[in-house]
């Protein structure tokens, strides 16, 4: 079956790094669009950063540009993403996402940043 399992979340301080996994399986992963959302208390689901099925192009939110990186290991069906100077606002449950004709969704790992 489809599965989308994240990894890498917890608890850090302001200004330092984190690095997520999402590891796909079930579906042909290099034919799928991947993207990382994020949903803070009371707030809706919003979109980190995209990468395409072949990794040749990325995109990312306003506000994280410039500290965040997504990129993908296709051999390894995983899909990554690198935060650096982590602010406290970045704090939220964070999921990957894989798009082409279906969509599929992970269960998401919690990012707290917190002094």
């Known amino acids: 079956q489809v599965q989308l399992v994240e990894s890498g979340g917890g608890l850090v301080q302001p200004g330092g790094s984190l690095r997520l996994s999402c590891a796909a399986s079930?579906?042909?992963?290099?034919?799928?669009?991947m993207s990382w959302y994020r949903q803070a208390p009371g707030k809706e689901r919003e979109l980190v950063a995209y990468?395409?099925?072949?990794?040749?192009?990325?995109n990312y939110a306003d506000s994280v540009k410039g500290r965040f990186t997504i990129s993908r290991d296709n051999g390894k069906n995983t899909v990554y993403l690198q935060m650096n100077s982590l602010k406290p606002e970045d704090t939220a449950v964070y999921y990957c996402c894989a798009a082409y004709y279906s969509i599929y969704w992970g269960q998401g790992t919690q990012v707290t940043v917190s002094s």
């Open positions: 990468i395409t099925n072949t990794g040749g192009s990325t």
């Open positions: 079930g579906f042909t992963f290099s034919n799928y669009a």
